[in-house]
C-alpha cells in the first residue's frame, strides 16, 4: 500500500489565500516604474513634512531676506554654497527652505484639491447614471457647460473680483477638474446600472442611495483611485500656473509656481540659473511620479490591462527555469 504526503501544499494555495489588496501590492511592486515614482513622491512629502526642521537647521525662514549675505555687491543672487545650499533668490531668501514651504502647497492643493473634485464627479455621475431622463440630462448638460468654460478667463474673472487666495485656487482647480470624471463614473453606472445584481436589489426594496452606494459605488473603486492619483499633478500644475500669473498664492508665501515667476522676472535666470531649475525640476519630477504611479496602479488594480498581460507573459512559468 502506497504512502501519501500528509500536508503536502497545493501550488495553487498561496494563490488562494492571498486577497485582492494582496495580489494588487504584488503587482505594484514588480513594476520599477511605479516603485521609482513612489520613491519620488515619498521624498517630496518628507520634505514638504521637515520644512521647519529645514528652516530651523539652516537659521533661515522661507521669508527672510538676507540682503548682506544672500545678494552680490551688485545685488545678483547668491549661488548654491555651504551657507545656502541652494542659493538665495531675487531678494535673498533661501531658496531651499522656500522650496521645502512650497512643497506643502503644492501638496496640499494637490491632494485636496482632487479629492474634493473626485467626490463631486462621483456624485454627479452616479447620480445622472442611475436615474437617467431629465436627471442624468441636467446634470450632463452642467457637465459640458462646465466643460466649456475658459479656464485662464474664469480664473482673471474671479480673482480681480475676490483677490487671489489660496482657497480661491482650490475652488478653480475644483471647478474644472470634476466634469471630465463624472463622464466616465456616468457611463460605468450606466452599464452597471442593468447587471443582474443590481436588479436583485432592486427587487428586493433596496432604495436608489443603498444601491449606489452598496452595489455600484465599490464596482467603480479602479477608475476612482487611478482617476484621483492621476489628476493629483494635474492640481499641482494648476496651482503652479495660477501662482506664476499672480493669480494664486499670494506672496511672500512660498509656491514652486511662485519661484518660477520671481525667476523669470527681468530675465533674472540667465545670471541664476538655479531660481528657475530648482523649482522646475521638483515640478516636473513630482508630476511625472504621480503620473507613472497612476499608470502602476492602474495596471495593478486591473490584472486584464495591456501592460500587466505582457508583463506576466514575460514571466517564466511554474516549474520552469528563469
Not at 147 to 160: E, G, H, I, R
Request: charged fraction near 15%; aromatic fraction near 8%.
Amino acid at each position: 500500500m502506497s504512502e501519501t504526503t500528509v500536508n503536502e501544499p497545493s501550488p495553487e494555495a498561496d494563490v488562494v489565500q492571498r486577497g485582492s489588496f494582496a495580489l494588487t501590492v504584488r503587482r505594484l511592486r514588480r513594476d520599477t516604474a511605479s516603485m521609482a515614482a513612489l520613491c519620488v513622491i515619498l521624498a517630496v512629502i518628507l520634505l514638504a513634512i521637515v520644512a521647519p526642521w529645514v528652516a530651523g537647521i539652516t537659521g533661515h525662514s522661507p521669508i527672510e531676506q538676507f540682503r548682506e549675505t544672500g545678494l552680490s555687491p551688485a545685488g545678483i543672487p547668491v549661488g548654491p554654497g555651504a551657507e545656502f545650499w541652494l542659493g538665495t533668490d531675487q531678494l535673498g531668501r533661501d531658496v531651499l527652505v522656500r522650496l521645502a514651504y512650497g512643497a506643502r502647497v503644492s501638496l496640499l492643493v494637490g491632494v485636496f484639491a482632487s479629492m474634493l473634485a473626485s467626490l463631486i464627479a462621483v456624485v454627479v455621475g452616479t447620480t445622472a447614471g442611475y436615474f437617467g431622463g431629465t436627471v442624468d440630462l441636467v446634470l450632463s448638460r452642467l457637465t459640458d457647460l462646465v466643460m466649456s468654460v475658459p479656464f485662464l478667463l474664469c480664473a482673471l474673472a474671479l480673482v480681480s473680483a475676490f483677490g487671489p487666495s489660496l482657497a480661491l485656487s482650490v475652488v478653480v482647480i475644483v471647478f474644472f477638474s470634476w466634469a471630465p470624471m463624472a463622464r466616465v463614473i456616468r457611463g460605468q453606472v450606466i452599464s452597471l446600472r442593468r447587471q443582474d445584481f443590481v436588479l436583485a436589489s432592486r427587487s428586493l426594496g433596496a432604495g436608489p442611495l443603498s444601491i449606489m452606494v452598496v452595489d455600484i459605488l465599490p464596482n467603480l473603486a479602479v477608475p476612482i483611485i487611478v482617476y484621483t492619483t492621476m489628476q493629483i499633478p494635474n492640481s499641482i500644475v494648476f496651482e503652479a500656473t495660477l501662482s506664476f500669473l499672480g493669480m494664486g498664492i499670494v506672496p511672500p508665501t512660498p509656491s514652486w509656481g511662485g519661484m518660477l515667476a520671481d525667476a523669470s522676472s527681468n530675465s533674472l535666470y540667465l545670471v541664476a540659473w538655479w531660481l528657475i531649475f530648482v523649482p522646475g525640476t521638483a515640478l516636473l519630477m513630482t508630476t511625472l511620479a504621480f503620473n507613472i504611479l497612476g499608470d502602476g496602479l492602474r495596471d495593478a488594480l486591473d490584472p486584464k490591462s495591456a501592460r500587466t498581460v505582457r508583463r506576466l507573459r514575460r514571466q517564466p512559468k511554474a516549474g520552469t527555469k528563469p
